[in-house]
C-alpha cells in the first residue's frame, strides 16, 4: 500500500511473495521491486527517472533507493502494529533540484512506521518518524545530519477497496527542504492489485510531484 505515498505502514508481505510498482508523475517516475525473502522481512530496491523540464524525451538524471524491513509488532486484530525499516537513498520529495540525482545515494536513513485503526476501521492512520545522514552534501561537501517526519490518513468511507488519502512529509535539521503534501483515490480491488490517483505539491514551493498514477 505504499505505492507513490512516502508514508508506509507496518505491515511486511507474507514470507515468499514479490511486488512489483509501478509509478508515473510529473517530477518522477518510480519503479519499486519487494521481496519477502523471509518471515516479517521485505527487501525492496527502487529506481527514480526524473523530468524536471516537462520534456520526457531529455535526460534529467536518476537515483536509486535499497533498504530492508522488518514488521516487529502486529495486534491481534491485524489493524496496526510498528515496523522497522533501514536503508540508503531517499525518496525524491526530501532532497531539493539537482540534490536528488547528485546526493540520495548517500544518504543512509532508518524510520519506523507506526499504524493505528480508528473508528471500526474506516480510518487507517500511520506515522513514520525517522533521520537521516548525508554524506558529501552540496558544493562545501558536508556531512549532514535531519530528522524525517511523514504521515498518512486514509478514510474508507464505504468499502475497503477504495480510499482517499492524504500525507504530510519533509525534514528538519541540517537539512531543511518545504514540507509536502499528497492528495488521492486508493482502490484495491482483490489482494493483488492496488491503483492510486494523487496530487503532490510543496507547501509554498513549486518543486513537488504533481499528478501521479501508481500501480
Known amino acids: 500500500q505504499a505505492q507513490q505515498f512516502n508514508s508506509d505502514n507496518y505491515l511486511s508481505k507474507p514470507h515468499g511473495v514479490s511486488t512489483i510498482i509501478l509509478t508515473y508523475g510529473q517530477r518522477n517516475t518510480m519503479l519499486m521491486t ?3 525473502l523471509l518471515p516479517r522481512w521485505e527487501f525492496t530496491f527502487a529506481g527514480y527517472l ?22 516487529v509488532y ?6 496496526g502494529g510498528v515496523a522497522v525499516k533501514a536503508g540508503t537513498g531517499l525518496d525524491p520529495g526530501y532532497l531539493d533540484g ?16 507506526i499504524s493505528f485503526a ?13 533521520a537521516s545522514v548525508t554524506r558529501n552534501y552540496g558544493e562545501e561537501n558536508s556531512t549532514v545530519w535531519y530528522l524525517t517526519y ?18 504530510i512529509y519533509g525534514s ?31 507547501f509554498g514551493g513549486s518543486q513537488g510531484g504533481g499528478f501521479e498514477i501508481g500501480l
Open 98 to 113: 539537482n540534490d536528488r540525482v547528485n546526493d540520495a545515494f548517500k544518504t543512509y536513513w532508518m524510520n519506523v512506521p
Open 34 to 36: 519487494t521481496f519477502s
Open 150 to 167: 511523514s504521515t498518512r490518513l486514509a478514510w474508507y468511507p464505504s468499502s475497503p477497496k477504495w480510499a482517499v488519502v492524504g500525507e
Open 50 to 71: 526524473y523530468n524536471d523540464d516537462d520534456d520526457i524525451t531529455t535526460d534529467d538524471g536518476y537515483s536509486t533507493s535499497l533498504y530492508a524491513k522488518y514488521m
Open 74 to 79: 502486529e495486534n491481534d486484530s491485524k489493524t
Open 172 to 202: 528538519a535539521g541540517d537539512l531543511n527542504v518545504d514540507t509536502e503534501f499528497r492528495v488521492g483515490l486508493r482502490w484495491e480491488p482483490d489482494q493483488y492489485t492496488c491503483i492510486a490517483v494523487t496530487y503532490d505539491e510543496e
Open 118 to 130: 480508528f473508528l471500526e476501521n474506516t480510518l487507517s492512520w500511520d506515522i513514520m518518524p525517522g
